[in-house]
């Protein structure tokens, strides 16, 4: 008998994961994140990366500032993103920041703190890409991940639009998630839908 999870759609998969990821007790949720900073901190690109762009966790999403906090004292450029406007399309960029305490942060469209639009944009060079012998780091969450690296995001597509003309180059993605946003069945996947190099989670 066919396995009925293999007909499961995106938006299925976002409420089942994200009540199970909501269930968690903070307790759970803390234990997590430290470990999952703690893998970031040793991934082998980390040391050579000179930029991270990460995000600031929303809800019961795994918790990274302790990582992007050890990243500014190893005196590593990190960028946040933000979502803009212009007319009706929109789109993710990331800006420059000296630290990540939420009061220095403002709400964005989706409820979600970001840095000012004042801050340093982030400018993806294609030209240095190619010729550098290190990767900029992108720390990404997710709702849910399979065991092929698929992912299914919140549904805008931000991530997959900001990645797909460069993950070929030097940008070096990682997602982030708890265990229990690992599903052992096969994620439909999309058109323009982006997988990260490596997942952490625990």
């Given amino acids: 008998m066919a396995d009925p999870r293999q007909e499961i759609t995106k938006k299925q998969i976002r409420t089942d994961i994200i009540a ?3 269930a968690l007790s903070e307790i759970q949720r803390k234990a997590a994140s430290e ?3 703690a893998k970031i901190l040793a991934d082998p690109f980390y040391a050579k990366a ?3 762009l990460g995000f600031m966790p ?6 990274i500032k302790p990582a992007l906090e ?3 004292k190893d005196e590593k450029e990190v960028y946040l993103p933000r979502i803009t406007t212009n007319g009706f399309h929109k789109e993710m960029e990331f800006r420059k920041v000296t630290d990540v ?3 220095n942060f ?3 469209k989706y409820k979600i703190l970001e840095p000012s639009e004042e801050n340093e944009l982030y400018e993806y060079n294609e030209a240095d890409a190619m010729m550098l012998p290190y990767k900029d780091i992108m720390i990404m969450p997710g709702v849910a991940f399979d065991s092929f690296n698929k992912r299914v995001g919140y549904g805008g597509g931000y991530f997959d639009r900001f990645l797909e003309d460069k993950l070929t180059l030097r940008l070096h993605s990682i997602g982030v998630c708890h265990k229990c946003q690992m599903v052992e069945y ?3 996947e999309d058109e323009g839908d982006v997988r990260p190099y490596r997942i952490y989670f625990a």
């Fill in 70 to 72: 050890q990243a500014l």
């Fill in 186 to 188: 096969e994620i439909p």
């Fill in 50 to 52: 000179r930029k991270i």
């Fill in 20 to 22: 199970r990821r909501d």
């Fill in 35 to 37: 470990e999952v900073c």
């Fill in 58 to 63: 929303f809800g019961s999403e795994i918790d």
């Fill in 106 to 108: 403002s709400f964005g």
């Fill in 101 to 103: 305490n939420p009061v």
